[in-house]
């Protein structure tokens, strides 16, 4: 049997409204699922969404629902998400699955008999907001940095902590915590330190990076206490009951940590035999703790191995603070699709910063490395040779020397992806395959396809297609995992119907010819991207240079026909601004909207935008509207005009002018 490999994301707050930091974690596991699919092994991909505790039971209180129905509705917007980001998982669990809570039971039930688990009275400061209990140290400092006193006189804020003359707070939320004493269950964790560490020692591979394992091991330095795995029902009804005391529910890390192994089936069951231990659990670095050394315990006491890996991500950061809803600089990936594209998304985070490291997000960074990267390196690369499609490949024959050049780069090229993806060191291996497309690039301005055209030299053009579109083929089968779409595109475009991780230029038949197509991803001008992404106009970001500039022997640029300024004038365009918009009821692709052009009544306009775009991020932006064209039915609704896009037939943005001009002003 192939190889089998098991990747897994944490599983997301029900609650939370999916940011960058979630799609990161998400795009990275994808990547790494299709390429261990692209070779061959057998590759199961698990997401889901973590749905119990108070929160959830609160938001679901405050909008009149039951937790239930709440977790149903909300639970689409990662689904949504994943869908938008081209997220192929194999398996998505919810914890309200009767599946996942039949596991998790049985797992309490398990560790009872045991005896791992045991009631006792404890008493602490107790967060509602982070739903969990916070030493008398970490209350105290979060008091005393909410107070801004300088320093942290550690002993002077717990004496005053214990005086009641300084209010404890939660560290994670800032909230005034309680002083609360309970029975709850508990489980022997400090039990498994030795082994713990002794796991750890070896299995080096087990927590990466490095600097994370040394994190653990630092925590395990000092004593390992026993792990709380209850709340009482009468506080928190919204989790799971214990099976032998149903006047509790369990603490939600015990509930959500058991997902990876409950999506499975039942322990024995033939998908936990086959895909048990999980090859990697990619997590943020904030969730570490709770993956190897709660998890890793809770696998011990229940006799099942840990798993392999453990990666630990670092954070996207907004002018390097934290993101948060209540600061209010939340990046939308949505948004980010809807200006670049869903490759180029996927391409930007995992570029940008190497994985593990924090990083910062800024737009002005996205829309660089779009441009340069995507635009003038890679869609350059398939584009420049989009002419000579039509030419026929000659069987392949022994290798010239610039051939067999290029064929060197392409094999060191690849086997630097090959061997940094599956380290998940995405940058290293998207820079590695980069080496790649700038010698095509170089290789297509020495060899000048337009030249050899000119000259009538068929032969050698034929020769230097077979290199070129090699290349190509080279380049986007190893891409595919990044970005499915405009690979998958290019790969039609040379006639193959998936990717082919062969590092040869004797793969594509000999006669085979390429269909042209669209350049895959167009220059975006700096201002109105910016403003699009919601942030100021800055300075410019400059680009390198595109190769194809700075030769002289450039391919020579398409001009469509002219037409005269009498022509161009019948066309009316006005701003028009858009009031509401919604999905057409017939048709995926189209969106309704109406929009305000100056005139008394507003213009219902079908557009087929509906992939790029959500409705509602449409509302009150400022747009061009043909006004004069004849009216005409789209899938049953009539459609007064039309809007102006760029990208050609796969829309890629509407247009929108740099200043907030009043509806109805005319655009010429
Ligand atoms: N439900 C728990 C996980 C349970 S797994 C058994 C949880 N959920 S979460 O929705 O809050 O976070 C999920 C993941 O998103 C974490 O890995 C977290 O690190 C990641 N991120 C949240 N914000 C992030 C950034 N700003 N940047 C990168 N990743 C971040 O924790």
Not at 49 to 70: C, F, I, N, S, Y
Not at 123 to 128: A, F, I, K, M, R
Not at 259 to 275: F, K, M
Request: glycine share 6%; charged share 25%; aromatic share 10%.
């Amino acid at each position: 049997m192939a190889e089998r490999f098991y990747v897994t994301t944490p599983i997301y707050y029900v609650n939370d409204v999916p940011h960058i930091g979630h799609a990161y974690t998400t795009i990275a596991a994808d990547t790494i699922a299709r390429w261990h699919r692209l070779c061959g092994r057998d590759t199961r991909f698990l997401t889901g969404t973590d749905e119990h505790g108070q929160k959830v039971m609160r938001a679901a209180e405050k909008l009149g629902r039951t937790p239930q129905e709440h977790v149903d509705i909300t639970v689409q917007r990662f689904a949504r998400m994943w869908e938008t980001l081209d997220i192929q998982y194999d398996d998505f669990i919810r914890t309200t699955e009767p599946r996942h809570q039949e596991v998790v039971r049985g797992f309490l039930q398990q560790l009872h008999d045991k005896g791992e688990l045991y009631a006792k009275d404890y008493s602490g400061w107790y967060s509602t907001s982070a739903e969990r209990f916070w030493s008398n140290e970490e209350v105290a400092a979060a008091a005393w940095l909410a107070l801004k006193n300088p320093g942290y006189p550690a002993e002077e804020a717990v004496g005053r902590l214990q005086q009641g003359e300084l209010v404890g707070r939660c560290p994670d939320s800032g909230q005034a915590v309680e002083w609360i004493t309970e029975r709850n269950y508990f489980f022997r964790m400090s039990a498994y330190q030795e082994r713990l560490l002794a796991w750890i020692s070896d299995h080096p591979q087990s927590i990466q990076p490095e600097s994370r394992k040394n994190e653990v091991l630092g925590f395990l330095r000092k004593p390992l206490e026993d792990l709380c795995i209850s709340r009482p029902r009468a506080r928190l009804s919204w989790g799971i009951p214990l099976p032998f005391d149903e006047e509790y529910v369990t603490y939600v890390w015990f509930d959500a940590l058991s997902n990876y192994v409950s999506a499975l089936g039942p322990v024995g069951s033939p998908l936990h035999q086959r895909y048990w231990p999980a090859d990697v659990h990619l997590v943020g670095k904030d969730i570490l703790t709770f993956h190897t050394v709660y998890w890793f315990s809770m696998l011990f006491a229940l006799g099942l191995e840990p798993p392999r890996q453990v990666y630990a991500h670092g954070w996207w950061t907004i002018k390097k603070e934290k993101m948060s809803k209540s600061v209010g600089n939340v990046i939308d990936p949505e948004l980010l699709v809807s200006v670049f594209g869903v490759d180029a998304v996927r391409y930007f985070l995992l570029r940008e910063i190497p994985f593990g490291y924090d990083g910062d997000y800024s737009p002005e960074a996205a829309l660089l490395r779009f441009n340069s990267d995507l635009v003038n390196d890679f869609s350059n690369l398939v584009h420049r040779i989009v002419k000579w499609s039509d030419v026929a490949l000659a069987a392949p024959g022994p290798l010239a020397e610039p051939e067999a050049e290029l064929l060197t780069v392409a094999a060191r090229a690849t086997a630097g992806f090959r061997e940094q993806i599956e380290r998940y060191q995405f940058r290293g291996a998207l820079e590695s395959l980069w080496t790649l497309v700038s010698a095509g690039n170089k290789y297509v301005d020495t060899h000048a396809p337009w030249a050899l055209a000119k000259a009538g030299n068929t032969e050698r053009l034929a020769e230097v297609l077979r290199a070129l579109r090699e290349t190509q083929r080279i380049v986007v089968s190893h891409l595919a995992c990044v970005c499915p779409r405009a690979c998958t595109d290019v790969l039609a475009r040379l006639g193959l119907d998936g990717p082919d991780l062969r590092v040869a230029f004797d793969v594509l038949p000999s006669g085979s010819r390429a269909r042209p197509g669209d350049p895959l991803f167009m220059r975006l001008d700096n201002e109105p991207t910016l403003i699009a992404l919601g942030g100021a106009p800055a300075a410019p970001p400059t680009a390198p240079p595109s190769p194809k500039k700075e030769t002289p022997m450039s391919e020579p640029a398409l001009a469509p026909s002219t037409i005269t300024y009498d022509d161009f004038a019948k066309v009316a365009l006005r701003i028009g601004i858009v009031l509401s918009a919604e999905k057409h009821p017939n048709a995926d692709r189209l969106l309704v909207l109406k929009v305000d052009v100056g005139e008394p009544e507003p213009r219902q306009i079908v557009a087929g935008i509906a992939k790029v775009y959500e409705p509602e991020i449409l509302v009150g932006k400022r747009i061009v509207v043909v006004v004069n064209l004849a009216p005409a039915k789209l899938r049953g609704v009539e459609s007064q005009g039309m809007l102006l896009a760029a990208g050609g037939s796969d829309v890629a943005s509407l247009l929108t002018p740099l200043h907030e001009v009043a509806a109805g002003s005319i655009v010429k």
